[in-house]
């Protein structure tokens, strides 16, 4: 009975140190100009531990306590499985690839193939689509990049060609502009 209850207590000071060095990246993501709904999309988290981070009024070793006796709870009592820490680490790093390491994709009037590096550096990670408080993706950055991938894979002919006339007008009219 006191080696289960000694493995049990390693398991969950185990899950306790990788959520405190996941929670370590989490203020560190906030240091760098990173929203909570970011943070959210990159580092699988309960939005009430990353709120508590970024309010930054607690230790961080309490957070990740509170976390993990709260996984644990919401468990029916048993440990959680380990998560893959080394995952979110790179899917957090994702973001500080510069943008110049990137293929520029320039759509023109006929469908081109994209290769699946392409693909990959054009769409999120993982290729999860996500749907926000009505915002698709994460940001910005990846939907422009999203957008464009798929407009040079179906051709900017297909693409006016499947817009709604009304569309058609405005686009027409924001090119003149240009």
């Known amino acids: 009975m006191g080696i289960d209850m000694r493995e049990e207590g390693r398991k969950i000071g185990q899950l306790t140190g990788e959520m405190s060095c996941t929670l370590q990246i989490v203020k560190k993501l906030k240091e760098m100009g990173f929203s909570i709904k970011q943070v959210l999309q990159t580092i699988e988290l309960p939005e009430s531990t990353v709120l508590r981070v970024f309010d930054g009024k607690e230790d961080i070793r309490k957070i990740a306590e509170d976390t993990v006796n709260q996984q644990i709870a919401e468990n029916g009592g048993k440990i959680?499985?380990?998560r893959d820490f080394i995952k979110w680490v790179e899917n957090a790093l994702e973001y500080f690839v510069?943008?110049?390491d990137k293929e520029e994709l320039i759509p023109f009037k006929e469908?081109?193939?994209l290769t699946c590096e392409q693909w990959a550096q054009h769409t999120p990670y993982e290729n999860k689509l996500e749907l926000f408080d009505g915002q698709a993706l994460a940001d910005l950055r990846e939907r422009e990049n999203m957008?464009?991938?798929l407009v040079y894979n179906i051709g900017l002919e297909h693409f006016i060609k499947i817009l709604p006339q009304e569309s058609k007008a405005i686009l027409k009219e924001l090119l003149n502009e240009q």
Do not use: S
């Open 98 to 100: 510069p943008e110049e």
């Open 147 to 149: 957008i464009i991938a």
């Open 111 to 113: 469908p081109q193939r």
């Open 80 to 82: 959680p499985q380990e």
